[in-house]
């Protein structure tokens, strides 16, 4: 997910720091996009160049298996390979570092037969120990500083060494997610000297992978440099290429202000650009960049309600808000045409989405009888009153995407038209967490990214972050347990599927609208392309005239 | 003047400590500590084991009660120990080193274009005879603090970098890459140093050794760069001071729009993540800055008007300006001995 800077945090900040000076910054947000999809690239791909890259944030580190926001990925992804890659276009999981593997028939023991042909850019070879080091590191001396990869390897046991080129990873439990978590960043497979280096010296650039790139330098809040390993020959079958990369380097700055990587790009001082705004898009198409665009998946933008108290303790209450929300007018009026309303709780590019659309139809008369018979009626204000109860709520957010406030202004008039108030309450990272905890909320508003359904578990399952604040649920959590547990491919989607139903039926989410990724690229650039995380890959990447 | 000096020195560390305890309380009193902060923004929602949690806090110092934190990272800034960052695990001193140079260069040159270019103002509006370039003149300082430094600066990318290709839009090499920021920077700068200066001359030339000079045949040119700037310089070099302040704020901004790295870019960074070493180490290293700058700008008075008189003020640790010197038609004491001094130079 982009992250952005919280206003007032930084002005207070500013304040703060220099005690006697006023410092008005304007928000410098990556974000929203516009455009069409990527076009098919013509011609011969070119070696050589340079590829200028702008990113819209600072990355927080460029070792893969630590870092979680896009433009810290953009730059560790093309450092490290991983045992399995996922097809963006089908979800179905290919082979990378491991030709092939086999899974337990109870899921607890996946084993991966490597190439034996790949060597990380320090010249040592990939082995099974090397896979062992990796695993045996993150759930161990590394599993703070890398959450998101100790919450993958849940339930880790062991990685055993069958031979040098075979290893079989065990779980304690079922562990059906893991499969495509071996595709992932996160779990990219680095150099047996890195598995066991110090966190903090890999976050700053002690990093050897076996990736197409090489990182060169990295400079904190101010880029990075990588180039292309001329011996590598190990691409998945994802990638349009096997060999080497085309471009000799990637120049990777951190360029803040979307209106400067617009009119950089549009000048020629950069290649491609990230984070393009709506505003943006004419000045990269009026100098004959294009635009490319794709949905995360993963859990959308939704309002997730605290069902313990308030007016939203009722399922009818929220399906009535729910049933008031124009999704498709979100997208129309305050997003663009790289968006889509939501259609599930899950996103359209997630493996396992099932379409719901039916069920998040905009019908405000409904939402008005039902709200009427629930016995919520006008008062003076237009707000629907009950028992000297107001039907009003907040929504939490964090300003990690430059649309959301626009978006959540739309919602509140939308709900106010059928007399429900909406509060915003944006708040900073810190004051969402602390939130978070205390249940200080009635709606929270995030998305999630993840190329699996399973992401519906840590965000719905009562076992997970419980954002609803629900007691026991044993058809959703029945489901979600036995997804994790679930062998059979079509069988576990089916899970995945009701889930997704259960999740709508009880209204533990009001889905919004797909967040979307949309890069712009310069005229002569080709074949940057998206992973299944909607995460650049720049192997395939090339710079016509170069 | 050695007491003044030191007791210069002793409020500078009283100033430089209140900043340190001011900036830890607030940065203590957040409403989410900086671990859960940290694995939030890594973890992307998921739920963390709560045994990794607590190992982390604890190497950080987070499972310690306030006190103990408070005395444990004094204790470590006054042996110039700042700690490491949160989110990138690099010592905030290098993050900080790295990042000021670019900063001072930055601010640097902005000062020396706000010095040029105000003082050119507040001086050609000061001589000129021409009331209409006087009031024109006069309009700009209003003008250049009212527009926004973020909207000057994406202005001047617009037009020198997007349009005409004269400077990069963003970096940090080269000389090149300083001169768009710096104006950006110098702008609000300069505005402070013509009106002050602008409002000093024109106190000064209504002064009544203004008269007496102009009376002995001085030309209105002498009599403005002998006397009248003399007398009027001081308050400007006053705003100086605050203005290096001005300066590391508007490096936030200035840092942003031109994605240049240093101390601006360092704070908005460090204060997004809820980065509290480096937030801290930010704080304490702006007050360092600005409590040196202003120590400097104090010592420079008496080397500027020999009238002031640092020991007189040592008791009291205040430092007694002539005020009323400057103050139209009226003549300060002070001024009366100083004034015929420099009559005697212009006749």
């Known amino acids: 997910m982009p992250r952005t800077v919280p206003a007032r945090w930084r002005l207070a900040a500013a304040a703060l720091v220099v005690a006697p000076a006023l410092a008005l910054t304007a928000c410098a947000g990556p974000g929203t996009a516009a455009g069409g999809a990527p076009s098919a690239d013509a011609g011969t791909p070119v070696e050589g160049g340079t590829l200028r890259f702008a990113l819209g944030a600072s990355p927080s580190g460029v070792d893969p298996q630590q870092v979680g926001s896009n433009v810290s990925i953009y730059i560790a992804r093309q450092l490290a390979d991983s045992l399995t890659d996922q097809d963006p276009e089908t979800g179905e999981i290919k082979p990378w570092l491991a030709t092939s593997w086999e899974v337990s028939d109870d899921l607890t023991q996946f084993t991966f037969h490597l190439r034996d042909d790949v060597t990380?850019?320090?010249?040592?070879?990939?082995?099974?120990t090397t896979v062992k080091a990796n695993f045996d590191a993150l759930t161990g001396p590394l599993g703070a500083s890398a959450p998101l990869a100790a919450s993958y390897l849940a339930g880790y046991q062991e990685t055993?060494?069958?031979?040098?080129?075979?290893?079989?990873?065990?779980?304690?439990?079922?562990?059906?997610?893991?499969?495509?978590?071996?595709?992932?960043?996160?779990?990219?497979?680095?150099?047996?000297?890195?598995?066991?280096?110090?966190?903090?010296?890999?976050?700053?650039?002690?990093?050897?992978?076996?990736?197409?790139?090489?990182?060169?330098?990295?400079?904190?809040?101010?880029?990075?440099v990588i180039t292309k390993r001329?011996?590598?020959?190990?691409?998945?079958?994802?990638?349009?290429?096997?060999?080497?990369?085309?471009?000799?380097?990637?120049?990777?700055?951190?360029?803040?202000?979307?209106?400067?990587?617009?009119?950089?790009?549009?000048?020629?001082?950069?290649?491609?650009?990230?984070?393009?705004?709506?505003?943006?898009?004419?000045?990269?198409?009026?100098?004959?960049?294009?635009?490319?665009?794709?949905?995360?998946?993963?859990?959308?933008?939704?309002?997730?309600?605290?069902?313990?108290?308030?007016?939203?303790?009722?399922?009818?209450?929220?399906?009535?808000?729910?049933?008031?929300?124009?999704?498709?007018?979100?997208?129309?009026?305050v997003l663009s045409d790289a968006f889509k309303p939501a259609t599930s709780v899950l996103a359209s590019t997630t493996p396992g989405y099932v379409d719901l659309s039916k069920d998040l139809a905009f019908d405000a008369d409904a939402a008005t009888a039902a709200l009427d018979a629930a016995g919520w009626a006008k008062g003076a204000d237009g707000v629907r009153e009950k028992d000297g109860q107001k039907l009003s709520f907040d929504v939490i957010y964090a300003p990690n995407f430059t649309g959301s406030q626009a978006v959540l202004e739309l919602v509140q008039q939308q709900l106010r038209a059928v007399g429900v108030e909406l509060e915003l309450r944006q708040l900073t990272q810190a004051e969402q967490t602390a939130a978070q905890k205390s249940g200080d909320y009635d709606t929270y508003y995030y998305n999630v990214t993840r190329a699996d359904g399973d992401i519906l578990r840590p965000q719905f399952g009562v076992q997970g972050s419980n954002l609803n604040k629900r007691g026991a649920d044993p058809v959703l959590d029945g489901l979600l347990a036995g997804e994790l547990t679930q062998a059979d491919a079509a069988a576990r989607a089916d899970a995945i599927g009701k889930a997704q139903e259960a999740v709508l039926d009880q209204v533990y989410a009001i889905p919004l609208?797909?967040?979307?990724?949309?890069?712009?690229?310069?005229?002569?650039?080709?074949?940057?392309?998206?992973?299944?995380?909607?995460?650049?890959?720049?192997?395939?990447?090339?710079?016509?005239?170069? | 003047m050695t007491r003044y000096v030191l007791g210069r020195v002793l409020a500078a560390a009283a100033v430089l400590w209140a900043a340190f305890t001011v900036s830890f309380v607030v940065l203590y009193l957040l409403p989410s500590d900086p671990v859960s902060v940290m694995l939030d923004n890594a973890s992307a929602g998921q739920s963390v084991d709560p045994?990794?949690?607590?190992?982390?806090?604890?190497?950080?110092?987070?499972?310690?009660?306030?006190?103990?934190?408070?005395?444990?990272?004094?204790?470590?800034?006054?042996?110039?120990?700042?700690g490491t960052s949160l989110s990138s695990g690099a010592p905030v001193r290098e993050l900080i080193g790295q990042a000021l140079p670019q900063t001072a260069a930055l601010a640097g040159l902005a000062l020396v274009i706000a010095v040029v270019v105000g003082g050119g103002v507040a001086l050609l509006a000061s001589w000129t005879r021409s009331d209409r370039l006087r009031g024109l003149l006069l309009a700009l300082p209003p003008l250049g603090v009212a527009v926004p430094g973020f909207w000057v600066g994406l202005l001047l990318l617009q037009l020198f970098s997007f349009r005409w290709y004269w400077f990069p839009a963003v970096g940090n090499e080269g000389f090149a890459s300083l001169v768009l920021p710096a104006v950006t920077l110098a702008i609000p700068a300069s505005a402070s140093v013509a009106q002050v200066l602008a409002q000093g001359l024109d106190a000064a030339w209504r002064s009544p050794?203004?008269?007496?000079?102009?009376?002995?045949?001085?030309?209105?040119?002498?009599?403005?760069?002998?006397?009248?700037?003399?007398?009027?310089?001081?308050?400007?070099?006053?705003?100086?001071?605050?203005?290096?302040?001005?300066?590391?704020?508007?490096?936030?901004?200035?840092?942003?729009?031109?994605?240049?790295?240093?101390f601006g870019r360092l704070v908005e960074e460090a204060v997004t993540v809820q980065d509290i070493p480096v937030v801290q180490g930010l704080v304490v290293v702006a007050?360092?800055?600005?409590?040196?700058?202003?120590?400097?700008?104090?010592?420079?008075?008496?080397?500027?008007?020999?009238?002031?008189?640092?020991?007189?003020?040592?008791?009291?640790?205040?430092?007694?300006?002539?005020?009323?010197s400057r103050s139209a038609g009226v003549p300060g004491r002070a001024a009366v001995p100083a004034a015929p001094a420099e009559l005697r130079s212009a006749a």
Do not use: C, M
Request: proline letters at 4%; aromatic letters at 6%.
């Open chain 1, 120 to 128: 990380f850019s320090d010249g040592t070879p990939l082995t099974a």
């Open chain 1, 160 to 224: 055993k060494v069958v031979d040098e080129h075979t290893v079989t990873v065990v779980f304690a439990a079922a562990n059906a997610q893991f499969l495509q978590a071996s595709s992932t960043v996160t779990l990219a497979i680095l150099s047996d000297a890195t598995a066991t280096a110090d966190p903090a010296a890999r976050l700053q650039g002690k990093v050897v992978g076996s990736g197409p790139f090489v990182l060169k330098s990295y400079t904190q809040d101010q880029g990075a």
């Open chain 1, 230 to 333: 001329a011996d590598y020959a190990w691409a998945s079958g994802v990638a349009d290429h096997e060999g080497a990369a085309y471009v000799d380097e990637i120049d990777f700055s951190i360029v803040p202000e979307s209106g400067v990587r617009a009119g950089g790009l549009a000048s020629g001082q950069f290649d491609a650009v990230g984070d393009v705004l709506p505003q943006d898009v004419q000045q990269i198409s009026g100098a004959g960049g294009s635009l490319l665009t794709r949905t995360n998946p993963g859990v959308v933008f939704v309002l997730q309600p605290n069902v313990a108290s308030g007016p939203l303790a009722d399922v009818a209450v929220r399906r009535a808000v729910s049933q008031a929300i124009n999704r498709q007018e979100l997208v129309d009026t």
């Open chain 1, 513 to 546: 609208f797909e967040l979307a990724q949309s890069i712009g690229v310069a005229k002569d650039v080709h074949g940057v392309t998206f992973d299944a995380s909607s995460r650049l890959l720049f192997h395939d990447a090339w710079i016509a005239g170069k």
């Open chain 2, 51 to 82: 045994a990794q949690v607590a190992a982390l806090r604890a190497r950080y110092g987070f499972d310690q009660g306030p006190l103990q934190q408070y005395l444990s990272q004094l204790g470590h800034t006054l042996t110039g120990d700042l």
């Open chain 2, 209 to 262: 050794y203004v008269e007496t000079a102009l009376a002995k045949g001085a030309t209105r040119t002498r009599v403005l760069t002998r006397h009248v700037v003399r007398n009027a310089v001081l308050p400007a070099l006053t705003v100086l001071g605050v203005l290096v302040g001005h300066l590391l704020a508007g490096s936030v901004v200035a840092e942003t729009v031109f994605s240049r790295q240093g």
């Open chain 2, 287 to 324: 007050a360092v800055v600005f409590v040196l700058v202003n120590l400097l700008v104090d010592l420079a008075y008496p080397l500027l008007d020999p009238r002031i008189d640092l020991t007189a003020a040592a008791g009291r640790g205040l430092l007694r300006l002539p005020r009323r």
